[in-house]
């Protein structure tokens, strides 16, 4: 079932962080705005879809592309298709894309000092 996205950002203060926490969330979008930030630092560069599929292990073929296709239908990542045999597929950020730098080098400072498995003190006695 697909969400309501806000059409306008006027309805309570802490509304703009839910409407982009609706455009940044699911399991993969960050992790993937994460490594063309980290793998393709200048404005031209970009990852194919299999380089990013290896950076995520995890991820299965089907999510990463679900994840690509919303994150181009919300203008944060360019897709650029070559007419060769076999297709090749290429993932840059845009403009708006590279404006969530901030935000993910933030989110992946606070995962480096604090996601790390908790030591209990009845563990480290």
């Not at 802490?14 to 404005?43: F, M, N, S």
């Not at 650029?80 to 400072?109: D, F, H, M, N, Q």
Request: hydrophobic share 40%; glycine share 4%; with cysteine.
């Amino acid at each position: 079932m697909a969400r309501t996205r806000h059409r306008s950002l006027d309805c309570s203060p802490g509304c703009a962080v839910e409407a982009t926490l609706q455009l940044i969330d699911g399991k993969w979008k960050g992790v993937i705005l994460y490594h063309l930030l980290a793998e393709a630092p200048a404005p031209e560069d970009s990852l194919r879809f299999n380089a990013l599929r290896r950076r995520m292990p995890n991820v299965t073929q089907r999510m990463l592309t679900n994840q690509l296709r919303e994150l181009e239908a919300d203008g944060f990542i360019h897709r650029t298709v070559y007419a060769e045999v076999p297709p090749r597929v290429e993932y840059r950020l845009t403009e708006r894309g590279r404006s969530l730098e901030p935000v993910i080098r933030a989110l992946k400072a606070w995962g480096d000092a604090h996601a790390a498995p908790a030591v209990s003190t009845a563990d480290a006695a």
